[in-house]
């Protein structure tokens, strides 16, 4: 292959993946200005500018009480997923033992498990210990269901540590915990930031799983979204979706600005 073809092909593949950004970036081109319309429905383009959305949000009671059990169920368990995660990659990486590949085979089911039928069967499970429709049951489905990304991210980057690490610490006198904590915990980071972000997204996002597992007084904010839409189409979700954009990206840049998260991800 000549030099003019592979040219030819890398700005092929620039415009390819260039038009793929674009056609993920669409939607929100069309439902931030929707945020703003004066319109009484969903009508693109708007017509008129209005902040009556965002007021109607704060007027909605339910909205606020959703999106807090939405952020605390995802924090914690995120924080939840992230111990348990690390601990078994650990011992994936450290250790040999009958049935290993069977074991995170099984830990990964839930990438590739109906989402359906995987929230029929926690409520089924969840009924009989009276967690159904309880904080702490959709906190533990929420867990099983983002350990797994927690577990292949910390994988992938505890396979990058050097072994002769370990044994330089231990060399000069570091116990097991201090290593850890020292040695290892600072080299899993960028792991451990990569998998808690997909984590905190994909529960703060979990619609069909949940749809199983809440109840009065408790309803996470997809749900109350869904509900909301089912009889008002009205802008209002349009703004409760620039809302949040506008706190992910905040808490991106503060990501970034404390952490690096440009290196952390490279």
């Not at 085979?105 to 929230?119: D, E, N, Y």
């Not at 996002?205 to 199983?212: C, I």
């Not at 109840?215 to 997809?222: A, D, I």
Request: proline share 6%.
């Amino acid at each position: 292959m000549n030099p003019t073809q592979i040219l030819t092909g890398e700005r092929a593949l620039k415009a390819y993946v260039l038009l793929i950004l674009l056609f993920l970036a669409l939607p929100i081109l069309i439902v931030v200005p929707l945020a703003f319309s004066n319109d009484v429905s969903l009508t693109f383009p708007p017509h008129g500018f209005s902040l009556r959305w965002f007021g109607n949000i704060l007027a909605r009671r339910e909205f606020g009480s959703a999106f807090l059990n939405s952020a605390m169920i995802a924090c914690i368990s995120t924080a939840i997923a992230m111990v348990i995660g690390i601990l078994s990659a650990i011992a994936f990486v450290r250790f040999q033992f009958p049935g290993r590949e069977t074991l995170l085979l099984l830990f990964m089911t839930p990438l590739i498990f109906p989402a359906i039928v995987f929230g029929a069967a926690v409520a089924l499970m969840l009924s009989p210990l009276g967690l159904l429709r309880s904080v702490w049951g959709l906190t533990l489905a929420h867990t099983v269901l983002i350990f797994p990304y927690i577990l292949r991210t910390s994988l992938a980057t505890l396979f990058e540590i050097d072994k002769s690490l370990h044994e330089a610490a231990y060399t000069l006198g570091a116990n097991r915990w201090q290593t850890f904590r020292y040695v290892i915990l600072p080299l899993l980071r960028p792991g451990l930031l990569a998998g808690a972000t997909f984590s905190l997204i994909i529960s703060f996002d979990e619609f069909t799983v949940s749809m199983f597992l809440v109840g009065p007084g408790l309803m996470t904010l997809p749900l109350e979204m869904y509900n909301y839409s089912e009889f008002s189409l009205d802008p209002t979700i349009a703004a409760i979706s620039t809302v949040l954009l506008v706190i992910t990206s905040i808490a991106i840049l503060i990501i970034e600005k404390l952490v690096g998260l440009g290196k952390q991800f490279s």
